[in-house]
């Protein structure tokens, strides 16, 4: 066969559902107000650490719901716990029990 210079490349499909949720589903009991998000961004375009970082909490809340666990562990370390994405938040979301709680799920996870 002639060959073009073109070939098929591997397969980059990441099926989510073979993820670890059990952070997720940690939250789902201990902090149900995550159910709640519409994933309007207006705790990351507030918040302080993402001014000074690049840190994201919405990546954070993907993360999780993805059952991404290592970037996870990485990523709320960057959150300082100040609590102005709660202010903000028009459905609620308790993020900083959100973030403690990502913690004590991984830490039940070791
Ligand atoms: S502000 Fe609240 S509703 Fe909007 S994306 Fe953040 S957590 Fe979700
Ligand atoms: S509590 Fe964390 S996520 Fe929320 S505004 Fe402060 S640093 Fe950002």
């Known amino acids: 066969m002639k060959d073009f210079g073109y070939s098929i490349r591997k397969d980059r499909q990441i099926d989510y559902d073979k993820n670890d949720k059990r952070v ?17 961004g207006s705790c990351t375009a507030t918040c302080s650490a993402g001014n000074f970082s690049d840190f994201n909490i919405r990546l954070v809340q993907t993360l999780f719901r993805r059952g991404e666990t290592e970037p996870l562990k990485l990523e ?7 609590g102005k994405c709660q202010l903000v938040c028009p459905r609620g979301v308790n993020m900083r029990n959100m973030i403690l709680a990502i913690q004590t799920a991984i830490d039940k996870l070791k």
Request: with cysteine.
């Open 24 to 40: 997720l589903h940690y939250l789902e009991k201990h902090e149900p107000s995550i159910l709640t998000c519409i994933a309007c």
């Open 76 to 82: 709320i370390r960057k959150c300082m716990l100040c």
